[in-house]
């Protein structure tokens, strides 16, 4: 199977797309954990990336979409997976469509996670990451065991550069110009389903869940 996260940056895409990843037995791929694992890694891709990242732009549609096909292309994807952050823009959605198409396949479902902006402003400002193994935390959602420690690596955490208030705010308003019309792209497609994403983790799990029954 193969889905699709929509959503505003912060609606608690990725968290969803862990569920869903585990539940159905096929890969996470989020873009943005790509990115940043390049970046990490001090590759050419990441410090290209780096760039549009800490300033809350897109990173150019060619860059993205290489990545993400190499990604794809592993073998683990070949029952399908859970994209999370792509597509981000039409052309990246028809492109995807195109390569899907070629092999005779399509994307099965996009679930969009449907949050205010006034929530999101609200929850990104308690993001924490930790910068050494990418895990994510909450501070009031999902807390690490200890404060300021990531309960997996032990490192110290971190607010990314792209959830400083500054950078939410371009991202918010990025979102709503490139990525939003997304939703009318898969609603023509006809596999467009929306979750209330402001309810508690577990309540959206499930409505994600009744949407497989
Ligand atoms: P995320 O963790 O999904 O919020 O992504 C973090 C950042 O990575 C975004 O703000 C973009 O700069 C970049 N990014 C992630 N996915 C994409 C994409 N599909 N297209 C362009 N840029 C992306």
């Avoid at 001090?42 to 993400?68: C, F, I, N, Q, S």
């Avoid at 195109?98 to 479902?109: C, H």
């Avoid at 930790?130 to 999902?142: L, V």
Wanted: glycine share 10%; hydrophobic share 35%; net charge negative.
């Amino acid at each position: 199977m193969k889905i699709i996260m929509l959503g505003a940056p912060g609606a608690g895409k990725g968290t969803q797309a862990d569920r869903i990843a585990q539940e159905q037995n096929i890969p996470h791929i989020s873009t943005g954990d790509l990115f940043r694992a390049n970046v990490g890694g001090g590759t050419e891709l990441g410090m290209r990336a780096k760039e549009y990242m800490d300033r809350g732009a897109l990173v150019p549609d060619e860059l993205t979409v290489e990545m993400l096909f190499d990604r794809v292309a592993a073998e683990d994807c070949r029952d399908g997976y859970v994209l999370d952050g792509f597509p981000r823009t039409i052309p990246q959605a028809e492109v995807l469509k195109k390569e899907l198409e070629k092999r005779g396949d399509r994307v099965d479902l996009a679930i969009n996670v449907d949050v205010p902006d006034e929530n999101i402003v609200r929850r990104m400002g308690g993001r924490r990451a930790c910068p050494k193994c990418g895990a994510t935390y909450h501070i009031e959602h999902i807390p690490p065991k200890q404060e300021g420690i990531c309960d997996k690596c032990g490192a110290e955490l971190i607010i990314r550069d792209d959830d400083k208030p500054e950078t939410v705010q371009k991202r918010l308003s990025v979102y709503h110009e490139q990525t939003q019309p997304l939703i009318e792209f898969y609603e023509k497609e006809g596999i467009l389903r929306t979750v209330d994403g402001t309810k508690d983790m577990e309540q959206v799990f499930s409505d994600i869940k009744a949407l497989f029954a």
